[in-house]
């Protein structure tokens, strides 16, 4: 099955910015093991949850992306700010900052809220 860790896209502006959020239960598929007394969202699926997000602002090939491949290739600066827990709603911004159209590589800031709380960037 697609391993899809967005729910709703708020906010779409194609080679500009998006917003996604994901409804984070205790249904969610990570939380047995991570961790089985104290449930947390993995910072590693905030992280691919930002760039599903991402991959959403490079989606229209007239703004130099492309309906068939993305590739994540990097991360820099990761910070985890606070615990998202079951009940959470995660709210995901991410902004396109430069594009190399020529090679398809694009670089983004991305931040991650609850409740306006910021849990990642």
Do not use: W
């Amino acid at each position: 099955f697609p391993f899809l860790l967005v729910d709703r896209v708020i906010e779409y502006q194609p080679g500009v910015t998006a917003v996604g959020i994901k409804n984070v239960t205790i249904n969610d598929n990570f939380f047995p093991g991570h961790f089985p007394e104290r449930p947390i969202m993995p910072g590693v699926l905030m992280v691919e949850a930002m760039a599903q997000v991402g991959g959403l602002v490079m989606l229209q090939p007239e703004v130099g992306g492309s309906r068939e491949n993305f590739f994540f290739a990097g991360i820099d600066k990761v910070r985890f700010r606070k615990p998202v827990i079951a009940g959470d709603t995660l709210v995901m911004r991410m902004t396109l900052i430069k594009l190399q159209k020529r090679f398809g590589i694009a670089k983004m800031d991305g931040k991650a809220y609850v409740g306006g709380d910021l849990v990642c960037e």
